[in-house]
């Protein structure tokens, strides 16, 4: 049987957005930055209350379909608890549908919401899965929900049953380490972006992306003067192009002039990783082209506070 948690327990939950792909690791490299979300969670005595202010406010809906509403009945769920009412009011900073993870933060506060609630049943790697389950893939969800940079992958069952495994471990990043993000006004579908993709690619370009994740890899923890060779992709930034091309075009001209630019998720995101500042007149060329900079810092974990 299911235990009730009481009446007015309260949990806040503080999510960072995160940056996936980070140029080669295609759904498997993430990092966790410094621009977050808050939840604040209630038991009330009945029904369901949603309030969202910032980000996606006046858009996204305010009943049992918002997501966070979804990742908390899924994390009492797998704690085995219920409650008789909710209460969730969202602050999001996230800014929604550009390549910062504001789907997968809302999914890990959902779920580390619910775990506070319950008295924190759930390991990280339990709330990775869950929070995981919701958008089919970990990099995203697994920055938030351990910080820092991530690897991340999916085991696929061989018996075509059971669910899929989502797994991740969370890297060390060289302190010197800043990302500068370019966000556009426009949305991007993850969706539709991915259908842009080819089924096949070629042995040459696999061949290639190993590599460079492997190169990624050291350059995060250790050597962060090989960033902009660790951010070269063949696999999947060059065919999102096309749908993408203001994008496309400040990735090829930050790159042009050395830094370190790559394709946030799915976009439309620009993303510099570097350890000096992108020059000011660059930044404000790309204000002045409508575009908004986020000057962020590598992020920890997500963090939840029970009151």
């Given amino acids: 049987m299911a235990i009730e948690i009481p009446v007015g327990k309260k949990v806040t939950v503080t999510v960072p957005a995160s940056s996936a792909n980070l140029g080669p690791g295609f759904?498997?490299?993430?990092?966790?930055?410094?621009?977050?979300?808050?939840?604040?969670?209630?038991?009330?005595?009945?029904?369901?209350e949603v309030e969202v202010f910032g980000e996606g406010q006046g858009e996204l809906p305010l009943d049992g379909s918002h997501l966070v509403v979804k990742a908390i009945r899924s994390g009492l769920k797998a704690s085995d608890c219920e409650v008789p009412g909710l209460r969730v009011v969202c602050h999001n900073n996230i800014p929604q549908s550009r390549g910062l993870g504001s789907s997968a933060a809302a999914a890990v506060a959902g779920v580390s919401a619910a775990n506070g609630l319950a008295g924190f049943p759930l390991t990280d790697a339990q709330v990775v899965q869950l929070s995981s389950s919701f958008e089919g893939h970990p990099d995203n969800a697994?920055?938030?929900?351990?910080?820092?940079?991530?690897?991340?992958?999916?085991?696929?069952?061989?018996?075509?049953?059971?669910e899929p495994q989502y797994k991740a471990v969370s890297i060390p990043v060289h302190e010197s380490i800043h990302a500068t993000a370019l966000v556009p006004s426009f949305h991007a579908s993850t969706e539709a972006v991915r259908r842009v993709l080819p089924s096949d690619v070629t042995h040459v370009d696999a061949r290639f992306n190993v590599s460079r994740v492997a190169v990624m890899t050291v350059?995060?923890?250790?050597?962060?003067?090989?960033?902009?060779?660790?951010?070269?992709?063949?696999?999947h930034q060059p065919y999102r192009a096309d749908v993408l091309p203001v994008t496309a075009e400040w990735v090829n001209r930050l790159r042009n002039r050395g830094y370190a630019a790559y394709l946030s998720g799915a976009g439309p995101t620009v993303m510099v990783l570097s350890t000096k500042p992108v020059e000011e007149k660059i930044l404000d060329q790309a204000r002045d082209e409508g575009l908004r900079v986020l000057q962020l810092e590598v992020a920890g974990p997500v963090k939840v506070e029970v009151k």
């Fill in 142 to 162: 697994a920055a938030s929900v351990l910080g820092k940079a991530v690897v991340s992958w999916t085991e696929i069952p061989v018996d075509g049953r059971t």
């Fill in 27 to 48: 759904d498997t490299l993430g990092m966790a930055l410094s621009l977050f979300d808050t939840v604040e969670v209630e038991v009330i005595p009945a029904g369901l």
């Fill in 219 to 235: 350059a995060l923890q250790q050597h962060p003067e090989l960033l902009w060779e660790g951010t070269r992709d063949r696999l």
